[in-house]
């Protein structure tokens, strides 16, 4: 614990510290000055142009990966929650998206967007169509697509492993009540399987503010600001050409804090399931 | 047979020809663009940028220069020093904390353990920063251990709620026993419970190789030449120009292969790891 305290806690006192102040990477660190809250407020004032759109892309990818990879993840899920031969062959190719390194997903893409040479362009030449896939009319599309194919797994087997948790019952004596299978999906299936929902979707809420690895690979965020997120907007003040390490420090916070208010609440919604689960195989045991 | 019960027979095989139609489309989307991939590392250099030559006669020539040209094995000594002292460090610090908060009650302990969660929660843009000038000022930037200390800060939170679920899931009764017979908690804790949550302790320990060997925002800043780890190797290929395919694609495959070998082996924990043990499907 002490240990972790150390390599974590200190370095999180210093961003804040370095938020603070004006701190540039070409200049000697004894030089910097503490300059209040100026950081912040040319943040949110807008004299720094590019903030509020990288929040709104942020948030125009959050909302759109997440909730595409949970109408795909529980498509997925429902499909693979029969009886099917080989189903643990069939999940395994679900898994690749989920533990290819990153970066190298950006690659991959990369390959496959490419304009002239990728394969997804030849696919549609046969529908005579012609994307240029990470160009300005299309590079964030673009992005959420990989985001969506790399998650989208995640949120299925989730999904799965809650369908699977549900008991047969309450369908038996839906089916006996003659409900439509709309009906049974609607009022049994979803209601049941809503915590896990929760819990899927906060953790994907939070990887979507953390996504830093494809994107930079893919378009580092452009062309222009396009497919610039906080994170990379950090990367882009902080390093890249310029070397304010106190106004990216500052970034970083904002950054930090959203992910922490996703955070706080996943945290709640797991606590009120773990004593719960607790509860249940202390009764398993005793029963 | 009649023809109702013939009807029936038709539309359930029907039924199942589109299930498992369904599962086909599924895996193709989500396995299509690694075999684009590996399909591409193993094309020589002009068929890589005709999309439509679909067999092709395979090559090993971008393999061999990776190795020749691209100072693969530096990045792969690299990347397996980071991982394996990551893995060994981040366990041996875990599991007396892991083992503290499955077995001892002590005031706020929830709210603790929800708090060393959190920090694995952090965006890696927002560590980088402090870490980045903190190497600087102990000149430690660009060597190996800036990076272990760095994904051990994420590993070590990770490995405390696995194992704690791990150590949860054994009866407290096999350790009473092991104490009335006059065995310390430290002698306890290695010959009951590391014994028995062996395999979770092996899906952690792959758990968190798999996390650090595919990290890259962090190796990419806090190294620059020296500590390189495999996937940096990325940024080698992003300018637009000039992009040899081939090779792009064999470093591609050369670091996803260990991962994904790894993966396979943990399939049966893979939901438990990726939501930090908060859901033991």
């Known amino acids: 614990m002490i240990v972790l305290f150390i390599i974590v806690i200190v370095p999180m006192i210093f961003l804040w510290y370095v938020g603070f102040t004006d701190y540039d990477l070409g200049k000697g660190w004894d030089q910097r000055h503490s300059v209040g809250f100026s950081n912040y407020v040319r943040l949110f ?22 909730s595409l990879e949970f109408v795909i993840g529980l498509g997925v899920a429902m499909l693979f929650n029969r009886k099917i031969a080989a189903k643990a062959v069939w999940m395994a190719f679900l898994i690749i998206p989920l533990t290819i390194t990153p970066a190298v997903i950006g690659l991959m893409w990369k390959l496959m967007y490419n304009t002239e040479y990728g394969v997804l362009n030849f696919l549609l030449n046969f529908i005579s169509a012609k994307v240029n896939w ?13 985001d969506v194919w790399q998650w989208a797994p995640f949120v299925a087997l989730m999904l799965y492993a809650g369908l699977q948790a549900i ?18 999906f609607r009022f049994i299936t979803l209601p049941l399987l809503k915590p896990m929902i929760i819990v899927a979707l906060l953790l994907r809420s939070i990887d979507a503010l953390r996504i830093f690895d494809t994107v930079y690979v893919l378009t580092k965020g452009g062309p222009g600001n396009l497919t610039e997120l906080l994170s990379l907007h950090v990367y882009r003040v902080g390093f890249e050409h310029t070397g304010w390490i106190g106004r990216s420090s500052s970034v970083a916070i904002v950054l930090l804090i959203l992910a922490t208010i ?7 919604v797991v606590n009120i399931a773990r004593p719960a689960a607790v509860a249940n195989k202390i009764e398993e045991r005793s029963g | ?10 539309v359930r095989i029907l039924k199942r020809v589109g299930l498992y139609l369904g ?63 990551t893995t060994l460090l981040s366990l041996a610090l875990a599991l007396p904390a892991a083992y503290a908060f499955a077995r001892f009650r002590f005031k706020g302990k929830e709210n603790v353990a929800f708090t060393v969660l959190s920090l694995r929660m952090l965006p890696a843009m927002c560590v980088v920063l402090p870490y980045f000038l903190l190497g600087r000022f102990i000149g430690i930037l660009d060597t190996s251990l800036i990076l272990i200390i760095v994904y051990m800060s994420f590993n070590i939170p990770f490995a405390i709620w696995m194992l704690r679920g791990f150590i949860e899931d054994i009866p407290i009764d096999l350790e009473e026993a092991a104490w009335i017979d006059g065995c310390t908690l430290t002698r306890s804790l ?16 792959i758990f968190i190789v798999i996390q650090s060997w595919n990290e890259f925002a962090l190796a990419l800043f806090l190294t620059s030449f020296q500590a390189r780890t495999l996937p940096t190797m990325s940024t080698m290929f992003l300018s637009v120009t000039g992009i040899v395919w081939g090779e792009m694609a064999s470093v591609g495959v050369l670091t996803t292969l260990p991962v994904l070998i790894f993966s396979l082996v943990i399939q049966k924990y893979m939901i438990r790891g990726l939501t930090f043990g908060a859901i033991k499907g």
Request: glycine share 2%; charged share 15%; no cysteine.
């Open chain 1, 262 to 268: 996703i955070t706080t609440i996943f945290m709640r």
């Open chain 1, 167 to 184: 008991s047969t019952e309450p369908y038996e004596s839906a089916v006996i009540d003659g409900a439509s299978s709309l009906q049974i």
């Open chain 1, 45 to 66: 004032s807008g004299e720094d142009r590019d903030f509020w759109p990288a929040v709104l892309t942020t948030l125009i990818f959050l909302a759109s990966t997440v």
């Open chain 1, 134 to 146: 990470l160009g300005p009319q299309s590079a964030l599309l673009s992005i959420i697509i990989v």
């Open chain 2, 190 to 205: 290695f010959r009951v419970i590391i014994p028995l949550i062996a395999p979770g302790l092996a899906a952690t320990a």
């Open chain 2, 1 to 10: 047979m009649t023809s109702e019960a013939r009807r029936r027979t038709t």
């Open chain 2, 23 to 85: 599962l086909v489309v599924v895996v193709v989307a989500f396995a299509f663009p690694f075999y684009w991939m590996v399909a591409t590392s193993i094309k020589t250099r002009i068929d890589t940028i005709n999309p439509a030559k679909w067999i092709f006669s395979p090559t090993l020539e971008n393999l061999t220069l990776v190795f020749a040209k691209r100072n693969f094995l530096m990045y792969l000594r690299n990347s397996l020093v980071t991982v394996v002292s």
